[in-house]
């Protein structure tokens, strides 16, 4: 039997989700798989988010 090696150390397992704090609703958000490759640049909880903090703070 082969089984498919599934090596991929990027993906953290269930319940071992990182965590972050969206900077305009202040509300604590996970880990999801859209960001799976990018989740370092990742800010916000949602788009509207992103967007309100550009209307809040206007960008140099
Ligand atoms: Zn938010």
């Given at each position: 039997m082969s089984k498919p090696s599934n090596a991929e150390p990027r993906r953290p397992s269930k319940g071992d989700l990182p965590t972050k704090t969206c900077p305009v609703c202040e509300r604590p958000f996970s880990w999801r798989e859209k960001w799976e490759r990018d989740w370092e640049q990742?800010?916000?909880?949602?788009e509207a988010c992103r967007r309100a903090s550009k209307r809040t703070a206007p960008a140099e």
């Amino acid at each position: 039997m082969s089984k498919p090696s599934n090596a991929e150390p990027r993906r953290p397992s269930k319940g071992d989700l990182p965590t972050k704090t969206c900077p305009v609703c202040e509300r604590p958000f996970s880990w999801r798989e859209k960001w799976e490759r990018d989740w370092e640049q990742v800010r916000y909880c949602s788009e509207a988010c992103r967007r309100a903090s550009k209307r809040t703070a206007p960008a140099e």
